[in-house]
């Protein structure tokens, strides 16, 4: 089995609190990996910086051996570059647009005579070239500089963002749960499918045949995801109307309908009796013979000892503990972090 | 309200507006309540335009009038013959809404990134600033002359500047029903689907491969682009862009009551919230002020006996009663209901 997702050394700190600090594991492809620690363990944090909603102070997180996030290239100069003369045109021209308009325009343009074109756009050269410094040039680098710097920044802000890492093949629900309340349980579904669309602009406006044909197969493939979670009767019921058993399963449906190789559950045994959290072992079960390999925060030991392949433990942030569930049931380390140890 | 009861509700729509030059020219001649109806279209697809920002998308967006005012001045500078362009009337449109389109994402990129009541600052300051710009612009607007008098368009062999209303009323009413289809396309796709959970919860639908930024833009710069469109429509149906000061503030919020009075996220609400408000200006407070003439009740002196003047105050009124006891409107939409947004911070 090779490693799907690797973390090496993360960090995550806010100001002087440090919720993650310094954790190292690897996910091997088609397991179910578990997360568990006492409240306020920066299980969540982890999960959130995995998904790309924070980007860790330091450490990498490879998934299938690569940096989440994008990497610098020469298409990010060419679009600065683009940006920032966009701007600077557009700036010089905001500044000087009546000055050119009288010399290209005005003075051209006879009443209701044929006006000559190429004369005027030779005028407006003119009259771009001939503009004084003041006028001219402090415009073109305030626009320049304005431009490429914000594209810059802006670009630089999203390149570890939960949508990229979502198209890379990483999905996850929400500790509390963050459905699209006021939306069908199987628009719930196709939203998941947002990444997969391949259809542009133009055929969903004018609904053209390939607009039909993937609506078709994405309300097929979401129908199939409710089956499998067994919520298909439910599927045109507010998903707010679900019962909150439901509402999780509807969580992972909606995570798998973009489909994931990773799936990240935070805590989906929260709130469950016992007979819904042992049908969610097997759920998880099933999603992980699916070839999705699952990441798991817990705090239901039953569903923790029962589906994972490895366990790890962390506590104020830090790793202390990582092995088979029955090794770390066995922990000294674990035991005191969830039960504390006695004074000597 | 389910799919076949909307379908019947636009089929009666569609069919009553059709109908009612007709019936009003046999049953009731000289009342001119459907002529009344043409600025009810143009503010039906500002209203559209604004439903696909603030309705789908929950972007607050107070500055609508400023892309009709840039419609305006677009479509005039291209057919006045005191430019050169002298564009016709539907090549003029075509760019108009490409203009506005364009000025949608000019202003969406940097602001698109604030959330609620900031992105409200900044598009009420846009609004304000287009009508300086336009008043200060002299030597191509023409200041607070506006540009004037634009040519009537010729459509089809009819030409639109004889004594007739009737072109005006099926252009626009065509015009508007073909809005409505393309914003009704694009409501049940992904594109809507991905506005409606951007509303809901951004964290979630970026963590379903949502590019946010890109939704929100796609709405902002198309709201835009109808809002322009109207702007266009409107300075061609009166023969002038009219002085910048017509797209001022209280238009913006004009069209934000026609969207609220009559359904976030509905279309078919939103077309009735404009037959609602802005008829009751049109024809029922303009009616209202004529009989008052005639009996004499009417003097220039009290400025309460004007009902015009009583505007404001109804339609103040009435976002208030919408709000407290129909939040979602006249006719409420069939996926979305709108429901006090939560801020949930974190995951």
Same mark, same amino acid.
């Given at each position: ?62 998934? #299938? ?149 993937? #609506? ?70 099933r999603i992980r013979d699916r070839g999705v390999t699952v990441m798991l925060i817990e705090h239901h030991m039953d569903v923790v000892m029962n589906i994972s392949d490895r366990v790890t433990v962390l506590d104020y942030g830090k790793k202390i503990a990582e ?22 | ?7 019947? $509700?636009?089929?009666?729509? &569609? ?5 009612? /030059? ?16 043409? /600025? ?56 108009? *809404? ?11 990129? /940097? ?31 023409? $200041? ?22 009737? /072109? ?29 959970a951007v509303r809901e919860d951004e964290l979630a639908a970026r963590c379903m491969g949502i590019n946010p930024v890109r939704a929100k833009l796609l709405a902002f710069s198309l709201g835009a682009s109808l809002c322009s469109l109207a702007g266009a429509l409107w300075a061609s149906y009166l023969g002038s862009t009219g002085e910048p000061g017509n797209y001022d503030f209280q238009v913006s919020v004009i069209v934000l009551c026609v969207v609220m009075? $009559?359904?976030?996220?509905? *279309? ?39 009902? $015009? ?9 009435? &976002? ?17 209901? *709108? ?9």
């Amino acid at each position: 089995m090779s490693d799907l997702l690797q973390l090496e050394n993360v960090t995550v700190r806010f100001g002087g609190l440090t919720a993650v600090d310094d954790v190292t594991l690897t996910v091997p492809k088609g397991s179910v990996h578990s997360v568990i620690g006492p409240n306020g363990a920066g299980k969540t944090t982890l999960f959130n910086t995995v998904t790309g909603v924070y980007v860790p102070s330091e450490g990498h997180v490879r998934f #299938e051996g690569r940096d989440l996030g994008i990497p610098f290239r020469l298409r990010t100069i060419a679009l600065c570059a683009f940006v920032a003369l966009a701007t600077a045109l557009f700036a010089v021209l905001a500044v000087n647009v009546q000055t050119i308009w009288e010399q290209a325009i005005i003075a051209n343009y006879i009443y209701q005579q044929p006006f000559p074109w190429s004369k005027a756009m030779g005028d407006a050269f003119v009259s771009l070239s001939t503009l004084s410094f003041y006028d001219g040039g402090l415009p073109l680098v305030f626009g320049f500089v304005v431009g490429g710097a914000g594209t810059y920044a802006v670009w630089n802000a999203s390149r570890l963002t939960p949508d990229k890492v979502a198209e890379r093949g990483v999905s996850r629900t929400f500790q509390n749960i963050r459905l699209f309340q006021n939306m069908s349980v199987l628009h719930n579904v196709l939203v998941g499918m947002s990444g997969k669309h391949r259809t542009r602009f133009l055929d969903v406006l004018l609904r053209l045949p390939r607009y039909y044909r993937e #609506e078709r197969m994405a309300t097929a493939d979401a129908t199939e995801l409710l089956d499998f979670v067994g919520l298909k009767s439910h599927s045109t019921e507010k998903a707010s109307a679900l019962c909150y058993g439901d509402q999780r399963r509807l969580e992972i449906a909606r995570a798998l309908a973009s489909q994931p190789r990773l799936l990240l559950l935070d805590e989906p045994a929260a709130g469950m009796n016992p007979t819904e959290s042992e049908s969610l072992v097997e759920l998880i079960a099933r999603i992980r013979d699916r070839g999705v390999t699952v990441m798991l925060i817990e705090h239901h030991m039953d569903v923790v000892m029962n589906i994972s392949d490895r366990v790890t433990v962390l506590d104020y942030g830090k790793k202390i503990a990582e092995g088979t569930p029955l090794e770390v049931r066995q922990n000294p380390k674990v035991i005191a972090a969830y039960l504390g140890v006695e004074e000597e | 309200m389910t799919r076949t009861r909307e379908l019947q $509700g636009y089929a009666i729509a &569609l069919a009553l507006a059709v109908l009612l /030059p007709f019936i009003e020219g046999f049953a009731f001649p000289g009342l001119g309540l459907a002529e009344d109806f043409r /600025p009810i279209f143009i503010f039906a697809i500002l209203g559209l335009g604004l439903n696909i920002i603030v309705g789908y998308t929950g972007l607050l967006n107070l500055g609508v009038a400023a892309f009709m005012a840039i419609g305006a001045y677009s479509y005039g500078i291209l057919t006045c013959d005191i430019y050169p362009f002298q564009l016709s009337f539907w090549s003029a449109t075509a760019a108009t *809404i490409v203009v506005g389109a364009l000025a949608g994402v000019v202003l969406g990129l /940097p602001a698109i990134r604030l959330h609620g009541d900031y992105l409200a600052i900044v598009t009420l300051g846009f609004g304000e600033i287009v009508q300086d710009a336009l008043r200060n612009l002299e030597t191509i607007t023409k $200041g607070t002359q506006g540009i004037n008098p634009l040519p009537s368009p010729r459509l089809f062999g009819v030409d639109f500047q004889s004594g007739s209303y009737l /072109p005006w009323y099926f252009l626009l009413l065509f015009i508007l029903c073909s809005v409505a289809l393309l914003v009704r396309n694009l409501e049940r796709s992904r594109i809507g689907r991905a506005w409606i959970a951007v509303r809901e919860d951004e964290l979630a639908a970026r963590c379903m491969g949502i590019n946010p930024v890109r939704a929100k833009l796609l709405a902002f710069s198309l709201g835009a682009s109808l809002c322009s469109l109207a702007g266009a429509l409107w300075a061609s149906y009166l023969g002038s862009t009219g002085e910048p000061g017509n797209y001022d503030f209280q238009v913006s919020v004009i069209v934000l009551c026609v969207v609220m009075v $009559g359904g976030m996220g509905s *279309i078919l609400g939103v077309m009735l919230g404009a037959v609602v408000m802005v008829g009751f200006n049109s024809i029922v407070l303009s009616g209202l002020s004529d009989l008052l003439a005639r009996q004499g009740i009417l003097s220039g002196e009290n400025v309460f006996a004007v009902p $015009g003047n009583w505007k404001y105050f109804i339609f103040g009124l009435a &976002l208030i009663l919408v709000t407290r006891y129909r939040p979602e409107g006249l006719i409420p939409s069939r996926v979305v209901k *709108i429901v006090a947004p939560k801020k949930a911070k974190g995951a």
